[in-house]
């Protein structure tokens, strides 16, 4: 099938649109972990015993000099901000912050605030691979309309942020079971195939994502079904499908947009010899992110 490749450029720009001119890096023990928006320098400034905003940053008060002092400490103010409705779709779900995925945790930060940090966030997709009379299709999830982010939106099978103390492959393992009740013994036949990475800033928050990307052939007999609630419901879907509904519309949940166009790039529905080629595969992982 003829494949559109200026669809594929969209989604990556899309992924792409920031500006550092509206964001103080965040910085802890010298490593730059997040940016701030500027909007939201004085909510920081009314906790001067735990913030210090200068003229080109954003830090941590000096004498919380622990991972857990510093948790503790912005957790309290968190909270606090929670309760007067800044942060809708709280998940009690922490977050590690660091300089980078290999480097040592600096301190943790509860899941829905980390856009407003900016730090580095984690996540697994999995792409459940059917391949039906010679043919390649995929597993294709409905997020409940209840989800606190992207309600009603397409996904993949399987999909989740990485909390701290998870691996990534602890996570694929569990949003196995818990979205799509794969059996163990066939969820542990998953691979780590690919990552992508993006950076962009939306509402006064920017979202700094590496994405780790599993797939896993399944058989024709195997019917996924949600048991957490979070999935309204499945649909196994011919490439082509996946790919006409990914080209022309914004039925997908963002992201996985791009995990879509990895999933082509790797299995030669796009080649060298294709349009953009090149910018699209350089650009799936953006240098910003390391």
């Known amino acids: 099938m003829h494949i559109d490749n200026t669809?594929?450029?969209?989604?990556i720009d899309a992924h792409n649109a920031f500006d550092p001119h509206n964001y103080l890096d965040f910085v802890i023990e010298d490593a730059v972990v997040g940016a701030v928006h500027r909007q939201r320098l004085a909510l920081l400034r009314?906790?001067?015993?735990?913030f210090h905003v200068e003229d080109a940053y954003v830090t941590l008060d000096p004498r919380l000099d622990t991972p857990l002092a510093r948790a503790e400490a912005v957790a309290g103010v968190l909270r606090e901000w929670r309760d007067a409705g800044l942060f809708p779709g709280w998940r009690d779900e922490l977050y590690r912050v660091s300089a980078g995925f290999d480097a040592p945790p600096l301190m943790a930060l509860e899941r829905a605030a980390a856009s407003t940090f900016g730090i580095l966030r984690y996540g697994a997709h999995l792409n459940g691979v059917v391949r039906k009379d010679g043919h390649l299709h995929l597993w294709?999830?409905?997020r409940?309309?209840?989800k606190p982010e992207h309600p009603g939106k397409l996904d993949h099978l399987v999909a989740g942020g990485i909390p701290a103390g998870l691996s990534a492959?602890?996570?694929i393992i569990k949003e196995c079971h818990e979205e799509a009740n794969v059996p163990p013994e066939l969820a542990r036949r998953a691979r780590p195939v690919s990552l992508i990475s993006y950076m962009l800033d939306a509402n006064c928050r920017r979202h700094r994502d590496l994405i780790f990307i599993y797939d896993l052939e399944l058989p024709e007999t195997f019917v996924p079904q949600n048991t957490d609630g979070e999935v309204a419901e499945f649909y196994l879907w011919p490439i082509e499908q996946v790919i006409e509904v990914m080209a022309t519309t914004e039925d997908?949940?963002?992201n996985n947009n791009l995990v879509i166009i990895d999933f082509l790039l790797r299995h030669g529905y796009v080649g060298p010899d294709d349009p953009h080629y090149t910018v699209v595969a350089q650009r799936l992982r953006?240098?910003?992110m390391w």
């Open 7 to 11: 669809a594929f450029l969209h989604w």
């Open 46 to 50: 009314a906790h001067p015993g735990i």
């Open 140 to 142: 294709v999830a409905r």
């Open 144 to 146: 409940a309309l209840n």
């Open 169 to 171: 492959w602890e996570v």
């Open 252 to 254: 997908f949940k963002m």
């Open 286 to 288: 953006s240098p910003v």
